[in-house]
Nanobody, 127 residues
């Protein structure tokens, strides 16, 4: 299984970026897919997830109303649309696949709850 994340870059505060995570060796429609981020000197934190049916989503409070997770099953790709970006959103963003455990944020927040990880893409938001 490989998860290839892309789309990161440098953007001014208030701007937008769309991250992509393309999976190989895994069909995203069969698994929960998620995004995490890790800022310098901080732990990796959960951002959002989308269930295998593509209907249910879940977000951490700090990104609600600004970020949107979606997927394109035909392209086997998960997206993270990030709007109204803030300097505190600066981090390396990672996609993750296959949640082990129930659909609840307490499970999703744990790194060990996810089977597969992408390599990360850098997002930098300037003030």
């Amino acid at each position: 299984v490989q998860l290839q994340a892309s789309g990161g870059g440098l953007v001014q505060a208030g701007g937008s970026l769309r991250l992509s995570c393309t999976a190989s060796g895994l069909t995203i429609g069969h698994f929960v897919m998620g995004w995490f981020r890790q800022a310098p000197g901080k732990d990796r934190e959960f951002v959002t997830a989308i269930r295998w049916d593509g209907i249910r989503t879940l977000y951490t409070d700090s990104v609600k109303g600004r970020f949107t997770i979606s997927r394109d099953s035909a392209k086997n790709t998960v997206y993270l649309q990030m709007n109204s970006l803030k300097p505190e959103d600066t981090a390396v963003y990672y996609c993750a696949a296959e949640l082990i455990g129930p659909w609840e944020i307490a499970t999703m927040e744990k790194i060990a709850s996810w089977s597969f990880w992408g390599q990360g893409t850098q997002v930098t938001v300037s003030s």
